[in-house]
């Protein structure tokens, strides 16, 4: 049985930093696209960033680019997302995603995790 397991999210103000953190269970991560998406309220699900499991090659939605940054531990099996300069339009609920295939804006992942909440205020 496969969990991602989001965990790091919480109330900040505009301007600080958050780290997000993925544990995966049932799945190496090693050997899987791993992403993360956000949903904003009202919105839809949109790409965050993305690791490949070959080279380790990293993508992002270009509103996060020089913000955020995704790395993974294949040790700990955690894939986490740093988020720095923080803004009020990055408030959403953050998921993880575990897919076969690459990921990126507009595909869908095998797995997702359950969701963390991330609000940035003024």
């Known amino acids: 049985q496969v969990q991602l397991v989001e965990s790091g999210g919480g109330l900040v103000q505009a301007g600080d930093s958050l780290r997000l953190s993925c544990a995966a269970s049932?799945?190496?991560?090693?050997?899987?696209?791993m992403g993360w998406f956000r949903q904003a309220p009202g919105k839809e699900r949109e790409f965050v960033a993305t690791?490949?499991?070959?080279?380790?090659?990293?993508d992002y939605a270009d509103s996060v680019k020089g913000r955020f940054t995704i790395s993974r531990d294949n040790a700990k099996n955690t894939v986490y997302l740093q988020m720095n300069s923080l803004k009020p339009e990055d408030t959403a609920l953050y998921y993880c995603?575990?897919?076969?295939?690459?990921?990126?804006?507009?595909?869908?992942?095998?797995?997702w995790g359950q969701g963390t909440q991330v609000t940035v205020s003024l």
């Open positions: 049932g799945l190496s991560i090693s050997r899987y696209y």
């Open positions: 995603a575990a897919s076969k295939s690459r990921l990126g804006p507009g595909k869908i992942s095998d797995y």
């Open positions: 690791v490949t499991w070959i080279v380790g090659t990293t």
